[in-house]
Structure formats: structure tokens, C-alpha cells
T-cell receptor, first 112, second 115 residues
Framework: EAQVTQNPRYLITVTGKKLTVTCSQN?????MSWYRQDPGLGLRQIYY???????DKGDVPEGYKVSRKEKRNFPLILESPSPNQTSLYFC???????????FGPGTRLLVL | QQQVKQSPQSLIVQKGGISIINCAYE??????FPWYQQFPGKGPALLIA?????SEKKEGRFTISFNKSAKQFSLHIMDSQPGDSATYFC??????????????FGKGTTLSVSS
């Protein structure tokens, strides 16, 4: 089944404890991105990647890192999480930018 | 920073009515303008998209109308049903970085269809 998977789906952590949210797609898509969704603010792009080793900042990259060492994986790293990073996170992929974005199921993060 | 402005923020429509959501964009980096639908607890999913070689695209009860000169496009939901109650997002080109063009989403419209 073609899909985008994210893990974990739910995470409660404390300020400053490094965490990684994994994202994997099995559709051989080149374009991948991370979004955070907050009430009233919609989907804001954190980082995006056009291919392996090619990444760039989106609208809200502060406090986040990403890597794209393999085409299928695009992990989101929070080196030192803070409460303002409490949010719902979505990973998405597509064959290229001008085509359907396939979203993962979301990761709900709470930083205490 | 490139903007994508979506309106209204929320919409209440009676069953059988027409729902209209609007989106305005700035960047014309590429010609692909989608609408995504999101149900509570789920990720967004593509509803309908248009490439502006046409000014309108219809799929069932859903229609996109596109105005290239005004840099606007809209979603029309005909005969709205309670099952259409969801959040709708438009998307359009954002800024161009070293990894290419970003995709920017509107802030979303929460649609409630009352029965």
C-alpha cells in the first residue's frame, strides 16, 4: 500500500530533551516536507526537500533540523524542544512539487 | 515572504446549500493550484486541483474556479452535505530557495454543514 508513515504518533516530552520524529514514504517520491498545524494558523511549512541531500527552510524552521540521506526517509529533529513547539506535525511527499501531496497521519507532540 | 490568503476562516452552510471558499496568492512560480480536505484526526488529502490552462474544473459536486489575472482561485461545493464538514486548505507557490520552490498553504476554512 502506498503511504507515508510517521512515528511516533503521540509524544509527550520535557523541555530540552532531544527527539526525532521519523517519516518514511514507499512511493519513490522526490519531494518531501514537514508541516506543523496550530489552531488558526493552518499548515506552516518547517522544511522541505527536493531530493537526497537537498533541503531548505520553510516558513518556521527555528528549533528544527532535518536530513535527507535516503530518498524514502525525512526525519524531523528537535535538538532542544521547547513548549512553543507543542503542535501537530505532518510529513508529506509527492513525485514533484506540482503534484498531489500525500500526507502522513500526523504526530501530536506535547512539550512540558 | 510569499503569502497565500484564504477566506473565510469559518463557514456554516445549510444542507443542500453552496459553500464557497476563496484563495489569493502572490507567486506564479508554477501552475498547479490544489484544494485539500482534512477531517478531524486525519492528515489533509487532495480534494481537487487545477492547472490554469483552464479556468474551471469540476469533479462531482466540487468545482475550482481560477482567475489567473487576479491571482485568485476558489472552491465551490454544490449541494453541501453534512459529510462535507471538514477543514479545507488551498495551496500555492511560496518562495524559491536552494531546494526549489516551497509550497505554501492557506490558514484553512472550517466548514460546518448543518442538517
Amino acid at each position: 500500500e502506498a503511504q507515508v508513515t510517521q512515528n511516533p504518533r503521540y509524544l509527550i516530552t520535557v523541555t530540552g530533551k532531544k527527539l526525532t520524529v521519523t517519516c518514511s514514504q514507499n512511493m519513490n517520491h522526490e519531494y518531501m516536507s514537514w508541516y506543523r498545524q496550530d489552531p488558526g494558523l493552518g499548515l506552516r511549512q518547517i522544511y522541505y526537500s527536493m531530493n537526497v541531500e537537498v533541503t531548505d527552510k520553510g516558513d518556521v524552521p527555528e528549533g528544527y533540523k532535518v536530513s535527507r540521506k535516503e530518498k524514502r526517509n525525512f526525519p524531523l529533529i528537535l535538538e532542544s524542544p521547547s513548549p512553543n513547539q507543542t503542535s501537530l506535525y505532518f510529513c508529506a511527499s509527492s513525485p514533484r512539487l506540482e503534484e498531489t501531496q500525500y500526507f502522513g497521519p500526523g504526530t501530536r507532540l506535547l512539550v512540558l | 515572504q510569499q503569502q497565500v490568503k484564504q477566506s473565510p476562516q469559518s463557514l456554516i452552510v445549510q444542507k443542500g446549500g453552496i459553500s464557497i471558499i476563496n484563495c489569493a496568492y502572490e507567486n506564479t512560480a508554477f501552475d498547479y493550484f490544489p484544494w485539500y480536505q482534512q477531517f478531524p484526526g486525519k492528515g489533509p488529502a487532495l480534494l481537487i486541483a487545477i492547472r490554469p490552462d483552464v479556468s474551471e474544473k469540476k469533479e462531482g459536486r466540487f468545482t475550482i474556479s481560477f482567475n489567473k489575472s487576479a491571482k485568485q482561485f476558489s472552491l465551490h461545493i454544490m449541494d453541501s452535505q453534512p459529510g462535507d464538514s471538514a477543514t479545507y486548505f488551498c495551496a500555492a507557490p511560496g518562495g524559491v530557495g536552494q531546494a526549489g520552490t516551497a509550497l505554501i498553504f492557506g490558514k484553512g476554512t472550517t466548514l460546518s454543514v448543518s442538517s
